[in-house]
């Protein structure tokens, strides 16, 4: 999936119709599950994860797959009621210090079985979709075990009480975006608190380009301060703590032109926010969520096009989706890779993959011989920049670096060449 760019068992296999049933009896395999599958996520990413401090960064999204009434595949209702697919809610790993994509952790995946008739109120919290904010954050806990320090980071659909006293008993930190104007133990609102505080400080911050929105600079004015948030009047929560010390960090944009929705983050963590430089740490840290909507990209539209599989039953769907998310995380590790970094090579390659590349850039490099690979040679970044010139990227440090597309296009020339470099050694008859 990684190499050819694409999710469409067809197209992986290449017109080889044996590859493609095997694929699908993969698939279609009992001993194949979804679970297990997730279970491999992490298998990387464990040795990466050691002594850093890392954001253990969560999100959900909807894959949208076409059905019509006669054809739903056994697929659950997603969005309003209007389509069918599957939810995907992983855990992805990330350096708190610089970036770096380490890999998944845990996750679900699943699709909805008919409308639920109890209401949202009357239902226990391990009777509902946002228990997996809870669970994904423990089923991780035992793989995170030599990091540094973990901060579970999500947007409003983490604010969750429960998620909050949860993350305290397992030695994590949290940082959430807060979606609900919560009581505080005196009673008083959460939202007028915060729009009290006084604001100390602004700064210009680049926002990355989302679906829909480019990229462009926001000037965000800066409040912080500590609350004691009530626990919720729900008879379900009543075992947890009656309140819980947090400390809020409040950015909000100022002269945002006429037709931009001007940024507003109320963060709610568990860190000890004492200063102001503390308080834009959290700023910073919160930024880097948006790997996670890349990730989702790479797996959707604006790479695997996921979504565009016509795959017949769900449970093979489900398998599908969680083997691509594997091979998006590789790509966005690759892609990461084209600036530097130490991750290893064989993260992403095998021995006979790295033994290609190896061919390659000796070509490469005696095309030009003042432009080397300038990375060692057991790095992602070296292959990347190997990929990248495959692409048709110059290799210059002066040009624009590789992007998607650049990587999409060396990725499959690189993929082609492979497939010959591993028939090097038959004889023919």
């Not at 969005?79 to 380490?102: I, M, S, T």
């Not at 409003?156 to 030695?171: G, H, M, V």
């Not at 983050?265 to 926010?273: A, D, K, M, N, Y």
């Not at 599908?320 to 594997?326: C, E, N, Q």
């Amino acid at each position: 999936m990684v190499a050819g760019k694409n999710v469409c068992l067809r197209r992986l296999s290449r017109g080889d119709r044996a590859l493609e049933v095997r694929f699908n009896r993969f698939l279609r395999h009992g001993k194949v599950t979804v679970e297990r599958i997730i279970d491999s996520w992490s298998g990387s990413t464990v040795a990466a994860v050691a002594d850093r401090h890392v954001l253990a960064i969560q999100d959900t999204s909807e894959i949208h797959f076409n059905t019509t009434s006669q054809r739903r595949r056994g697929l659950g209702e997603i969005g309003k009621g209007n389509q069918h697919g599957v939810l995907l809610h992983p855990l992805l790993a990330v350096d708190a210090d610089n970036g770096e994509c380490l890999g998944l952790l845990s996750g679900e995946v699943w699709t909805r079985e008919g409308r639920r008739t109890v209401s949202h109120d009357s239902r226990d919290l391990s009777d509902k979709e946002s228990q997996r904010w809870i669970t994904t954050a423990v089923t991780a806990k035992p793989r995170l075990a030599g990091a540094a320090m973990v901060t579970l980071l999500g947007d409003r659909e983490s604010d969750i009480f429960a998620l909050y006293t949860k993350a305290a008993e397992q030695d994590f930190h949290v940082i959430a975006r807060s979606m609900h104007d919560r009581k505080q133990a005196d009673e008083t609102s959460l939202y007028a608190t915060i729009d009290a505080m006084a604001a100390v400080q602004r700064r210009t911050i680049k926002l990355p380009a989302r679906a829909q929105r480019p990229s462009r600079e926001a000037d965000l004015e800066l409040r912080f301060g500590v609350i004691e948030l009530a626990r919720p009047q729900n008879k379900f929560l009543r075992n947890l703590p009656k309140s819980l010390r947090l400390a809020v960090v409040d950015a909000r944009e100022i002269n945002a032109a006429a037709n931009v929705e001007p940024l507003h983050w109320r963060l709610l963590t568990s860190h000890e926010v004492a200063s102001a430089d503390d308080a834009w740490q959290i700023v910073g840290w919160y930024k880097q969520r948006w790997i996670i909507e890349q990730f989702f990209r790479v797996l959707k539209t604006q790479g695997f096009k996921l979504e565009d599989s016509q795959i017949g039953t769900a449970d093979r769907l489900l398998k599908l989706v969680a083997v691509a998310a594997k091979a998006a995380v590789i790509t966005i590790q690759l892609l990461q890779a084209r600036n530097g970094g130490r991750q290893s090579v064989s993260k992403t390659f095998n021995v006979e993959k790295i033994a290609t590349l190896t061919a390659l850039n000796h070509q490469l490099e005696a095309r030009t011989r003042r432009l080397k690979n300038p990375h060692p040679s057991d790095t992602l970044a070296w292959a990347a920049w190997i990929i990248g010139r495959l692409g048709g990227w110059d290799g210059y440090p002066s040009s624009k670096p590789p992007g998607p597309i650049t990587f999409k296009n060396g990725l499959e020339y690189f993929n082609a060449v492979a497939a010959g470099w591993s028939l090097r050694d038959m004889c023919m008859h």
